[in-house]
């Protein structure tokens, strides 16, 4: 399995697990994310799955604040599709907003 299929499942079991919660109307906090993670990591089947399952809980309960690391080493894409490296999630729709010319118009 390369990189991008463990990240997609990583992403799936978190959904998952995240979705159930708010089914319930529980709260939503590390804690409850990784005990939820923990009850799907006993009941899976899928050898694979149960792996993914291990090492997300192992990564959110290392970590200080949940996914931190793992969404740095992410690239992020802009609107053209090229990676950027970005640390936010706002892109401005039209251009950098510094006037393309010398014109004044007013």
């Known amino acids: 399995m390369n990189r991008s299929e463990i990240e997609q499942l990583t992403d799936e079991l978190i959904g998952e ?9 529980g709260p939503v906090s590390k804690q ?3 005990r939820r993670l923990r009850d799907m990591e006993a009941s ?12 997300v809980i192992a990564e959110i309960s290392a970590s200080g604040t949940p996914f931190a690391q793992r ?3 992410r690239p992020q894409r802009d609107l053209n599709g090229l ?3 970005q640390s936010d999630n ?4 039209f251009g950098d907003g510094k006037p393309s010319g010398s ?3 007013h």
């Open 17 to 25: 697990a995240v979705l159930s919660l708010l089914k319930e109307h």
């Open 32 to 34: 409850s994310l990784v």
């Open 44 to 55: 899976e089947a899928d050898p694979r799955r149960r792996e993914a399952l291990a090492a």
């Open 71 to 73: 969404k740095r080493a």
């Open 83 to 85: 990676k950027s490296e």
């Open 90 to 93: 706002v892109f401005p729709l």
């Open 103 to 105: 014109r004044n118009i």
